[in-house]
Nanobody, 116 residues
Framework: QVHLVESGGGLVQVGGSLRLSCVASGSSSSSNAMGWYRQAPGKQREWVASISSIGRTNYAVSVKGRFTISRDVAKNTIYLQMNSLKPEDTAVYYC??????????WGQGTQVAVSS
């Protein structure tokens, strides 16, 4: 059974930084695509960034140049380094793992709040 646990969220001022972590158990983070999504109050969940099994990364336009997704194979963990945070980055951030290109697993989410 795949289990994902996010951490690292919190309250930060505009322009600040946070690093989110997502630890995967039950499946290798290096052999599956993984990604970060977020959901702001009253809005649909949206894709933020992803990293493929071969390490290729992609970013939403809204975060490109400010956020960096990375992976630590030894720790079976992915990260989302978030810099130059804006109030519109406020959301619950979720980690997703796609196993065998078919099965999707989600974490419970971690709250990020950016104050102006």
């Amino acid at each position: 059974q795949v289990h994902l646990v996010e951490s690292g969220g919190g309250l930060v001022q505009v322009g600040g930084s946070l690093r989110l972590s997502c630890v995967a158990s039950g499946s290798s983070s290096s052999s599956n695509a993984m990604g970060w999504y977020r959901q702001a109050p009253g809005k649909q969940r949206e894709w933020v960034a992803s990293i493929s099994s071969i390490g290729r990364t992609n970013y939403a336009v809204s975060v490109k140049g400010r956020f960096t997704i990375s992976r630590d194979v030894a720790k079976n963990t992915i990260y989302l380094q978030m810099n130059s945070l804006k109030p519109e980055d406020t959301a619950v951030y979720y980690c997703k793992l796609v196993q065998a290109g078919v099965y999707e697993y989600w974490g419970q989410g971690t709250q990020v709040a950016v104050s102006s």
